[in-house]
């Protein structure tokens, strides 16, 4: 832990909303530093201590703002000791045309398939391996967070979407292998339908298809990651656990 305060520190992307949000709580409460990465500034109203001294605004979709806020990220965390405890790549994009329909293999366009890649798995890496020297020195854990649509096609989530994250699937067994002699693990999360403010129009259709009969909620999602993160699971890696009710089977 954080030789000058004895925290544990998280850096989370996609903080502001959803399985983020909820990852902040968990951490948070169990007494955790969590550096909070958004493209938005932090909201006053967010129930988390250290705020806005520990948020940090930053475009995914920038390879150049990524490289800048790993700066940022690095210089803040080695007033605490350098170490870097959990790394959890939550932030992604799903675009949509028209009244809220997926983007299918013909239809999305170029520039799409670029930001996207770039946001859901280009990110995710360049974090990983930014931040590596802290991630060894805090013998810590990265959590990516992928997605069902990585492994089917799925109604909602386009093209684009669904490939980047079965690209981080794969990633996330490769980084394990390469970032695991170091002492740090790396593993994937896959959720399923989560009750969130931007479920699409039409997932409660979904219900019968899925085992438990329900949406999954984002405190469960974080309690996973949290999970993944803790010495509960110091001998996992290269494992991406699928939370979705048995929709996956």
């Known amino acids: ?106 239809e999305t366009p170029m520039h799409t398939w670029r930001d996207v890649f770039q946001v859901n798995f280009f990110a995710p890496i360049m974090l990983a391996r930014g931040l590596f020297k802290e991630l060894a020195a805090g013998q810590g854990s990265i959590v990516n967070v992928t997605s069902i649509a990585g492994s089917r096609v799925h109604p909602f989530a386009g093209t684009a979407y669904a490939t980047s994250k079965a690209a981080l699937s794969s990633l996330t067994r490769e980084m394990a292998a390469d970032f695991g002699p170091h002492g740090i693990r790396v593993n994937a999360i896959a959720p399923g339908e989560i009750d969130t403010a931007i479920l699409s129009p039409g997932t409660e259709k979904m219900l019968d298809n899925i085992p438990l009969r329900r949406l999954g909620t984002t405190a469960e999602v974080a309690e996973t990651i949290f999970f993944l993160c803790s010495n509960s699971a110091s001998y996992v890696t290269g494992s991406e656990i699928h939370i979705n009710g048995g929709q996956h089977v």
Do not use: Y
Request: proline residues 5%.
């Open 1 to 106: 832990m954080s030789e000058s305060t004895g925290r544990k520190t998280l850096v989370l992307t996609g903080a502001s909303r959803g399985i983020g949000h909820a990852t902040v709580k968990r951490f948070s409460m169990e007494g955790w530093r969590v550096i909070t990465c958004s493209r938005q500034d932090f909201a006053e109203n967010c129930p988390w201590p250290a705020g806005p001294d520990d948020h940090i605004k930053i475009d995914l979709s920038d390879p150049e703002d990524v490289g800048s806020a790993v700066a940022d990220i690095r210089h803040r965390i080695e007033k605490e000791g350098g170490e870097l405890h959990a790394l959890v790549n939550n932030a992604g994009i799903s675009p949509k045309k028209g009244e809220n329909e997926r983007l299918n293999s013909l």
